[in-house]
Nanobody, 123 residues
Framework: QVQVAESGGGSVQTGDSLRLSCAAS????????MGWFRQAPGKEREGVAI?????????AESVKGRFTISRDNVKNTLYLYLQMNSLQPEDTAMYYC???????????????WGKGTQVTVSS
């Protein structure tokens, strides 16, 4: 069992930056594939970026060059970050952190999910 919790959302204006954080703990946490997903009202949940313990990462085309995913192990907790730059109104969504031992890349099939953190970008 892995516990996942996000933080760092907020309301910003077009062009601003935000950094989301996710804390994951539990048995085997450091080996998990971790990812950021988002869901806007009326839309399906979509993958934003994923990271593996081997140093692999992948990004949705819509965020490449603007978002950066990173991870860090500190005192039995895995921290996953999403640095979001040049935010646009279309980035407005609830952002979720997810974890699984299987790599589903950007597909929202991960087993463990946080409750989400809201990001709102106004023009």
């Amino acid at each position: 069992q892995v516990q996942v919790a996000e933080s760092g959302g907020g309301s910003v204006q077009t062009g601003d930056s935000l950094r989301l954080s996710c804390a994951a703990s539990g048995y085997g946490y450091s080996s998990y594939y971790m990812g950021w997903f988002r869901q806007a009202p009326g839309k399906e949940r979509e993958g934003v970026a994923i990271s593996s313990s081997f140093g692999e990462s992948a990004y949705a085309e819509s965020v490449k060059g603007r978002f950066t995913i990173s991870r860090d192990n500190v005192k039995n907790t895995l921290y996953l970050y999403l640095q979001m730059n040049s935010l646009q109104p279309e980035d407005t969504a609830m952002y979720y952190c997810a974890a699984d031992l299987t790599n589903y890349w950007l597909l929202p099939r991960y087993k463990y999910w946080g409750k989400g953190t809201q990001v709102t970008v106004s023009s």
